[in-house]
């Protein structure tokens, strides 16, 4: 075969790239059996004989043979690896999931309650910066620092919250068989346990409000308000246009526009915690003004006297109004 006939270097280069045409691959093979290897490696004057060149190949060919593939304990060690750092995430995913609660088995959150008496009001800053003021005849339950999801709270009595905003975790109160979720507003919840009603006014932003043994649930807005009917177990929502009053109640200021005698004397009764009865043809009257009800009752029931032109007095404990 004529060797000038093509570049043999070409076809070299293509046979070990695999890219040969079949007819390439043919007239390279030709051209290799006609060459004189030998003489070729001979002329680089490294051997002097072609058993030195057959032993040099031998030799290479005994090493690959001899040679051990790589040890599977690195395969191994690279699973266990691979199998510890998977236990890594799996353990921080578990530790994410789950912070609460593995928390509150390691270091529990310590629950408290701040009482009022009769006549008292206290003001108390939560843990996430929301400002509680609460009415006389109160309790309020609440954790010493907030984990979880929701910040939770209860209530038996009358409180008014500024709730701080947070929209990753709701602030839910529990008043009875009334609860109510916030973002960040402000708002009044009445919730007595004895009480007929459990109301809830909203005076600035937007609450949710839902009763257990009922399915009504209510979005409440500024100047709105629900109440829950212990006895019917229904919760209805109304305008409150006189919501802002709220702002002064907190502080044990009642401003009555208007409001039944009957209905000044109850939120007496609650403030002070004493029992006040009404003499005959009070309890239809109308009172207007306002009262501190932080001052002594005494001193409550003589502007209230004064004002509606009855007298009062007490027997046993309970105090009477008279005409």
Same mark, same amino acid.
């Given at each position: 075969m004529d060797s000038n006939s093509f570049n043999p270097e070409e076809?070299?280069?293509?046979?070990?790239?695999?890219?040969?045409? %079949?007819?390439?691959?043919?007239?390279?093979?030709?051209?290799?059996? /006609?060459?004189? /290897?030998?003489?070729?490696?001979?002329?680089?004057?490294?051997?002097?004989?072609?058993?030195?060149?057959?032993?040099?190949?031998?030799?290479?060919?005994?090493?690959?043979?001899?040679?051990?593939?790589?040890? %599977?304990?690195?395969?191994?060690k690279l699973w266990r690896n691979l199998a510890a750092a998977a236990a890594v995430v799996v353990a921080i995913g578990i530790a994410?999931?789950?912070?609460? %609660?593995?928390?509150?088995?390691? /270091?529990?959150?310590?629950?408290?309650?701040?009482?009022?008496n009769p006549g008292e009001y206290k003001q108390i800053f939560l843990a996430d910066g929301t400002h509680i003021?609460?009415?006389?005849?109160?309790?309020?339950s609440y954790?010493?620092?907030?984990?979880?999801?929701?910040? /939770? @709270?209860?209530?038996?009595?009358?409180?008014?919250?500024?709730v701080k905003h947070d929209t990753g975790h709701p602030f839910v109160i529990?008043?009875? =068989?009334?609860?109510?979720? @916030?973002?960040?507003?402000?708002?009044?919840?009445?919730?007595?346990?004895?009480?007929?009603?459990?109301?809830?006014?909203?005076?600035?932003?937007? @609450?949710?409000?839902?009763?257990? =043994?009922?399915?009504?649930?209510?979005?409440?807005?500024?100047?709105?308000?629900?109440?829950y009917q212990k006895a019917t177990a229904r919760l209805v929502k109304e305008n409150y246009p006189n919501a802002a009053k709220f702002l002064d109640r907190r502080k044990g200021i009642f401003d009555f526009s208007g409001a039944s005698l009957a209905e000044v004397v109850r939120d007496l009764e609650i403030q002070?915690?004493?029992?006040?009865?009404?003499? %005959?043809?009070?309890?239809?009257?109308?009172?207007?003004?306002r009262l501190q009800t932080t001052e002594p009752i005494n001193r409550t029931l003589e502007k209230l006297s004064t004002v509606m032109e009855i007298r009062w007095e007490k027997q046993n404990g309970t105090y009477l109004l008279h005409p």
């Open positions: 076809l070299a280069h293509k046979w070990l790239t695999g890219t040969l045409t %079949p007819d390439e691959k043919s007239r390279f093979e030709q051209w290799y059996a /006609d060459f004189n /290897d030998e003489e070729l490696l001979l002329s680089n004057g490294r051997y002097t004989s072609t058993e030195q060149i057959r032993e040099t190949i031998l030799n290479r060919i005994n090493a690959g043979i001899n040679e051990q593939p790589a040890p %599977p304990v690195k395969i191994y994410v999931l789950y912070r609460a %609660p593995i928390l509150n088995l390691v /270091d529990p959150v310590k629950q408290l309650k701040m009482t009022t003021w609460l009415s006389p005849a109160t309790t309020l954790p010493e620092k907030f984990r979880g999801k929701l910040r /939770d @709270v209860s209530i038996d009595g009358e409180a008014y919250f500024e529990q008043s009875g =068989a009334v609860k109510t979720v @916030v973002l960040g507003t402000s708002f009044d919840i009445q919730a007595y346990a004895h009480a007929k009603s459990i109301d809830v006014t909203v005076v600035s932003g937007k @609450v949710g409000v839902s009763a257990k =043994a009922s399915a009504n649930t209510a979005m409440v807005t500024a100047n709105q308000r629900t109440i002070y915690g004493i029992p006040i009865n009404l003499g %005959p043809g009070l309890t239809s009257k109308t009172f207007y003004g």
